[in-house]
C-alpha cells in the first residue's frame, strides 16, 4: 500500500523551482519527505499550494497518508479532483484526497510559528471540495499572517456505508470521510512546518456539514484531541441526531438493494429489483452515484420534515460507539472542552424551505406529531410554527413553508446551538463566543437551479440571510456585485475569524464582544450580530425570537418512535 502510495504521489509530475514557491519536507520526525512547489501570491507576499496529496485509500478502506513525494520536486499549482458527487463541476476521482495550503510566507519557511486555520467544507456529506473559490485563503495569508488549510474528504456512499469492499463491517465503523479528515490534521501536523505553521497553534473550522464534522471531531472523536486547540462552527444543525450502528447497518442493506438494481439496470427506477447480497463484481464509480441517487430518493422524502433525525441526511457519519462516541447534540450543554466560536445567519431555514416545494399544513402537522408526539400541540400553539396564524414571508409561496423555515431555524441550528454551555461540566472551556450573521448576501452564493425563487440571491429584496452567505465574508472573497457596505463587513469579519485562531483565548478581538455564558437558565449574553457597515453589534433578541425558551424546556427531544407519516 505504501509503495502505491509513493507512485501516485510521484506520478503528479514535476515543477520548475524558477517558476514556483517550492518548500522541501525533510522526511524527519514524521514529517514527509520531498520538495512542492506552488505558486506566489499575487503582490508577492505568501504562496498557494495547491493540490497536495495527503493520504490515498481503495475503495472502502482507511485512508494512508503520503509519506514520500519521490525525488522530483512535484508541481502544487493546480486544484487536485473533487470527489465523486451528483452532479460535480470539474474532474472527479476516488483518487481525490488532496488539500490546499496558503501560506505568507515563500519558499523556505523561516517562522515556523504562525496560526493555522484548516477549513473542512459543507455539502451535506454528498458534495462540495476544498477547491470552490469562496474558500479562498489568500485575505487570511496576505492581511492576517495565518496558514490556511482547505481539504477532500470522501463523500456520499463512498464516505459513509458501513461496509468494507467485501460488504463486511469496516473497523471504523463506515466514517471513512471522517477518517480522511483526521488524517488531513495528522498531516498538517507533521508538515505544516514547512510552510511556516505552528502544529500547536491549529483551529479547526467548518460550516454547515464542516461544522457538523468539526463538531463530530471536538465532541465524540479521541483520535482528533491533540491535533487541532480550537474550533469555529459555522450553521452546524446541532440537533441534528447521527446514525448509531443499527442504523448504519439498516442503511447498508438498503442501500445494497440499490446499488443491486443499478447494477442489473441502469435506468432502475427504484431499488425494488435489488437483492441484500453484496455484489460480487465490482461496481463502477457511477453505477454508486446512480445506487447513492436512488437511495436518497427513497429514504428522503423532502415532503417530510425530519431534520434533526438519522434520515433527513441520506449519508452522514456515524455514532458507532468506537471511531466516533457520542452524540454532540447530548453534549454541547455540558460545555465544549476547547475554547469555540460558534453561529448561524439570521434565515437558516429559507432555503431548505424553499426545497420542500408543495408542503401542505396537513403534511406539516403529521410529521411534527410524529417528530414530537405530545409535544406537537405546544409547537402548533405558537404563532412562529402555526400556518393557520401565518403569513407567507422570506419570499416563500406559502404560510406552510414560512412555518417550515421557522421551525428548521429556531430547532435545528440555532437554539440547538445557543445550548452551548448550558451546563458547563469541570473541564469545559470558559472561551465561548457566539454571533448572528444577519447581512443579505453581497455576492451570488446558490446557483439558480438551487435557489429559484431568488429568495437567497444576492441583495434579495426580503432581507434574508441565508445558510453558507457568511462564508464569502470570512473569506473576504466577494466578487464585483459586492457593495462598500458589504466589503466593509467582509473586512471585519475576515479579521475577527484570523484573531480568534491567533489567539482563541481571546476570542474574535473585537472591543464589547464578551463570551457566551449561561445564567437564571437563559443566556446573559445574546449572540453578537454581524452586519454592515461592518460593525458588530448586541441585538439582545435572538435568544426570544427564535422561542429558544420552548425548544430548551421539553420540546427539543424528538420522538423517533412509530411509523412516519406516509411510509410503507
Keep these: 500500500m505504501l509503495a502505491l502510495l509513493s507512485a501516485l504521489a510521484v506520478g503528479s509530475g514535476g515543477a520548475a523551482a524558477e517558476e514556483s514557491a517550492c518548500v522541501t519536507l525533510s522526511g524527519r520526525n514524521g514529517q514527509a519527505k520531498g520538495t512542492l512547489c506552488g505558486v506566489p501570491l499575487p503582490g508577492g507576499k505568501g504562496a498557494v499550494y495547491k493540490g497536495i496529496r495527503y493520504a490515498g485509500a481503495e475503495r472502502w478502506a482507511s485512508s494512508r497518508r503520503v509519506t514520500d513525494y519521490g525525488e522530483t520536486p512535484q508541481a502544487a499549482r493546480a486544484f487536485g479532483p473533487i470527489c465523486p458527487q451528483p452532479g460535480g463541476q470539474g474532474t472527479m476521482s476516488e483518487d481525490c484526497l488532496y488539500l490546499n495550503v496558503w501560506t505568507p510566507v515563500t519558499g523556505k519557511a523561516d517562522r515556523k510559528d504562525l496560526p493555522v486555520l484548516v477549513f473542512i467544507h459543507g455539502g451535506a456529506f454528498v458534495e462540495g471540495a476544498g477547491s470552490l473559490p469562496y474558500y479562498d485563503g489568500t485575505a487570511f495569508a496576505r492581511d492576517h499572517d495565518v496558514v490556511v488549510v482547505t481539504l477532500n474528504y470522501r463523500l456520499g456512499a463512498l464516505g459513509f456505508l458501513r461496509t468494507d469492499a467485501r460488504g463486511r463491517p469496516p473497523r471504523n465503523g463506515g466514517n471513512f470521510g471522517i477518517e480522511d479528515q483526521l488524517n488531513a490534521l495528522a498531516w498538517v501536523r507533521d508538515n505544516i512546518g514547512a510552510f511556516g505553521g505552528d502544529p500547536a497553534r491549529v483551529t479547526l473550522v467548518g460550516e454547515s456539514a464542516g461544522a457538523m464534522s468539526t463538531g463530530l471531531h471536538l465532541f465524540a472523536s479521541p483520535r482528533s484531541q491533540r491535533l487541532f486547540r480550537a474550533a469555529i462552527q459555522e450553521s452546524n444543525p446541532l440537533g441534528y441526531r447521527y446514525r448509531n450502528r443499527l442504523q448504519a447497518e439498516e442503511q447498508f442493506a438498503d442501500f445494497v438493494a440499490c446499488l443491486n438494481s443499478v447494477m442489473k439496470n441502469p435506468a432502475a427506477k427504484d431499488c425494488s429489483s435489488g437483492g441484500g447480497r453484496f455484489p460480487r463484481a465490482t461496481p463502477t464509480t457511477g453505477q454508486i452515484l446512480l445506487a447513492q441517487n436512488l437511495f436518497s430518493a427513497a429514504e428522503y422524502d423532502v415532503q417530510e420534515i425530519d431534520y434533526g433525525l438519522p434520515a433527513s441526511i441520506p449519508f ?69 410554527y402555526n400556518p393557520a396564524t401565518l403569513n407567507p414571508a422570506y419570499g416563500l409561496p406559502s404560510a406552510a413553508l414560512t412555518a417550515y423555515a421557522n421551525f428548521f431555524a429556531d430547532f435545528e441550528v440555532k437554539c440547538a446551538t445557543m445550548a452551548a454551555n448550558r451546563r458547563p461540566g469541570p473541564k469545559a472551556s470558559r472561551d465561548i463566543w457566539m454571533y448572528e450573521f444577519t447581512q443579505t448576501a453581497g455576492t451570488r452564493f446558490y446557483q439558480p437551479a438551487y435557489d429559484p425563487l431568488g429568495v437567497c440571491a444576492a441583495h434579495n ?88 425558551a420552548l425548544w430548551l424546556n421539553g420540546a427539543m427531544v424528538a420522538d423517533t418512535s412509530g411509523k412516519r407519516p406516509g411510509r410503507k
Excluded at 484570523?498 to 463570551?515: H, L, N
Excluded at 437564571?520 to 448586541?538: I, Q
Aim: charged residues 20%.
Design 316 to 384: 452522514a457519519p456515524f455514532v458507532d460507539g468506537s471511531f466516533l462516541t457520542r452524540q454532540p447534540a447530548d453534549a454541547v450543554a455540558g460545555g465544549a472542552p476547547k475554547p469555540t466560536l460558534y453561529g448561524f445567519n439570521k434565515d437558516e431555514g429559507v432555503i431548505f424551505a424553499e426545497g420542500e416545494g408543495a408542503l401542505t399544513p396537513g403534511d406539516f402537522k403529521e410529521n411534527l406529531v410524529w417528530l414530537f408526539g405530545r409535544n406537537a400541540a405546544r409547537i402548533l400553539a405558537n404563532p412562529s
Design 461 to 548: 429584496r426580503w432581507g434574508n440571510s441565508c445558510h453558507g452567505n457568511e462564508l464569502q465574508y470570512v473569506f473576504d472573497t466577494l466578487d464585483d456585485a459586492a457593495t462598500g457596505r458589504d466589503r466593509a463587513l467582509a473586512t471585519v469579519m475576515n479579521q475577527a475569524w484570523a484573531a480568534f485562531v491567533k489567539a482563541p483565548g481571546s476570542g474574535p478581538g473585537i472591543e464589547g464582544w464578551r463570551r457566551w455564558q449561561w445564567n437564571s437558565g437563559r443566556p446573559a449574553e445574546a449572540p453578537y450580530e454581524l452586519a454592515d457597515p461592518g460593525g458588530v453589534v448586541d441585538t439582545g433578541k435572538t435568544f426570544s425570537a427564535s422561542n429558544c
